[in-house]
């Protein structure tokens, strides 16, 4: 486990790492950091878009925003995801190309679309949904992605995810849905925006 007060170092070690390993490698590291050009690069010389990285995880597997990079660091190998969450033109590039949306984080279980609707990234949502991505798998703790949308207070996520849930109702590993997840943590109109959706179809 890294200190945090060195993540810079920790960060340049990690992007080291992955341009000097294999094409997997290089792939999850242009994507990590939002590289369009490098990363279609990559695609156009041989790389497998769901290729496994030196840490098991394929470049749309591996989410990754700027701010996320504590985690990176901190979790690696466990559950940390690598490409920019925010660059949804190199999402689409992967999807294009065949990536699997629906590979899970071989630890947590999360999906990229677990980790989009987490951070709230409703582009990159909206862009899995369209592609093929499955909202209702679980991770290991029983989410999907609509209860860590929910958790999160992400109401244009939210919308968008909720149609695309089988039963909006369904309760995580801690018997909590969506909408008790929202107003557990003060989203009120996250809360309600779900109830108002559920009695909309009884």
Known sequence: MCDVRNLGFY????????????????????SARGNLPEVLFLL???????????????????????FSFSLLILL???????V?????AVIEA?????????VRDPTCGLTVMHD???????????VLVDHGADANLTDKKGNLPLHLAAKGGYLDVIQLLIGSTADPQTTNDQGYTAAQLALQHHWMDAAKYIEEYLSSRE
């Not at 992967?94 to 629906?102: F, K, Q, S, V």
Request: glycine letters at 8%.
């Open 11 to 30: 960060v340049s070690v990690f992007f080291t790492r992955m341009a000097d390993g294999s094409l997997a490698d290089k792939l999850c590291s242009a």
């Open 44 to 66: 156009q010389n041989g790389a497998d878009v769901n290729g496994f990285n030196t840490y098991e995880r394929t470049a749309l597997q591996l989410p990754l925003t700027l």
């Open 76 to 82: 690696t190998p466990f559950c940390a995801q690598v």
């Open 84 to 88: 920019m969450l925010g660059s949804t």
């Open 94 to 102: 992967l999807l294009a190309a065949g990536a699997d949306p629906n």
């Open 116 to 126: 989009a609707a987490r951070e709230g990234f409703v582009e990159s949502v909206r």
